[in-house]
């Protein structure tokens, strides 16, 4: 009778080990939707927050002017960041790129001052480009605006595609993990059927029997959770040590909002999919056992 205990034990001991890991495979998918739908949106920020958008001032311009002009650059909304590039800073660039001085043959410095702006990710959309470009241009310092045009409108129409690819995507596998745990934890329970008739005939109440099936694949789902958000978290870490430049896409406040939706889904759907397969087979007749 004890062996008999020790490997019913053992058997039950193995069923949530391997529940447990299939769980934690499912949420690790999860959790890697939730991260790549909210990561997209960080990264659309950070490409149109490095497109460049050139100011070309007119020659000459006072110091003071130049000084006042950029104080007030910065005060407006759609402004990231403003540097001011000087002539002979544009001069010294081109020698490095082109490896020849071209006041050589031309006798003179043909670049002119600019200031290079990095526009808020907002701002950086076509119809806000081109009030933004007419607006400087009314002003007497600034000769021309120069700015990437074909190169943003392709950034914005490929991050509209990739966020509905997306959204597609965590929809479909949401569903799919949805099934997966489903099954998983069905399986569990259909091993125990026999059980769960026994103590129907020994006069147990529903609530009685569900109980303690709850209680293990409820905690199921939490060990799951946990160990698939410390391989989530350990990899978004191995990201940023990687390359720390990811830092301001892959943000603590994001793997936060991933750890969370893992733990709390890892908890409900374990939960739901156990309470009703277990009523399932409190409902099943005892002919329909052996099926």
Sequence with gaps: MAKR????????????????????????????????????????????????FSIVLSDPIKPEQLKDFHRNLLK????????????????????????????DFLGY?????????????????QDSLLKIEKYLEKNNHISEVIYQKDLLNAVNENIKKITFVLLVLSLVLTFISFALINNTIRLGIYSQRFLIHTMKLVGAGWG???????????????????????????SAYLLIEYNPEMIKIVTPEIMLIVAGSVLIFGLFITF??????INRFLRMKESDLYY
């Design 5 to 52: 205990k020790k490997r019913r034990g053992n058997k039950i001991n193995m069923q949530f080990i391997t529940s447990s890991i299939s769980i934690m495979l499912v949420l690790i998918l999860l959790g890697l939707v939730v991260f790549l739908v909210l990561t997209a949106n960080n990264l659309s920020t950070y490409v149109r927050e490095n497109i460049n």
């Design 76 to 103: 407006e909304p759609f402004v990231k960041e403003a540097e001011y590039i000087s002539k002979e800073e544009a001069l010294e660039e081109q020698i490095k790129v082109l490896g020849t001085d071209p006041k």
């Design 109 to 125: 410095n043909p670049f002119s001052a600019s200031i290079e702006l990095k526009l808020n990710a907002d701002y950086a959309v």
């Design 208 to 234: 009685f029997i569900r109980r303690p099936f709850l209680r293990r694949n409820v905690w199921s789902g939490v060990i799951a959770a946990l160990l698939a958000n410390v391989i989530l978290l350990g």
């Design 272 to 277: 739901i999919c156990s309470f009703f397969s």
